[in-house]
């Protein structure tokens, strides 16, 4: 039984060996130009991330909201046309449906877009009649 697989495994390692030799020099040349690429990409994406750092983040605008400059009343006045919650970034006039979902306790209202925008919040355009 050892003398069939050696007969049959001899032949097909003769041949194994004639195409390594044969493709020798191209199996090389792949192997070469796969291990270049490879470093090459590496060291570009560790002296990329060195090089190219992402600039600091600046913001220009004031974030935090004092509580003494918010204005807070019942809805139920009338002159107020915007709303807005403490929690959000948004404003909404007062009889659009997404103001409806602010929940009471953090509802900031507001007279004038321009009053809202001086806070730091901004138009929702879903609003928009």
Same mark, same amino acid.
């Given at each position: ?8 495994? /001899? ?7 004639? &195409?390594?030799?044969?493709? +020798? ?8 130009? @796969? ?6 990409? !590496? !060291?570009? %994406? ?14 220009? &605008? ?9 204005? %807070?009343? /019942? !809805?139920?006045?009338?002159?107020? +046309? ?24 953090? &509802?900031?209202? @507001?007279? !004038? &877009?321009?009053?809202?925008?001086? +806070?730091?919040?901004?138009? /929702? ?5």
């Amino acid at each position: 039984m050892l003398a069939k697989i050696k007969e049959f495994v /001899n032949p097909l390692a003769g041949i194994i060996t004639h &195409k390594i030799k044969r493709w +020798q020099k191209n199996i090389l040349l792949a192997t070469a130009l @796969f291990l270049i690429i490879s470093l090459s990409f !590496s !060291s570009g %994406v560790i002296i990329g991330g060195k090089l190219f750092k992402r600039p600091p983040l600046i913001i220009e &605008k004031d974030l935090l909201i004092n509580a003494t400059e918010i204005t %807070v009343a /019942n !809805s139920n006045d009338n002159d107020f +046309q915007y709303v807005a919650s403490s929690k959000g970034k948004y404003y909404y006039p007062i009889d659009c449906p997404l103001a409806k979902n602010l929940s009471d306790k953090n &509802k900031i209202f @507001f007279s !004038s &877009k321009e009053e809202a925008e001086k +806070q730091g919040y901004i138009f /929702n355009t879903k609003c928009e009649p």
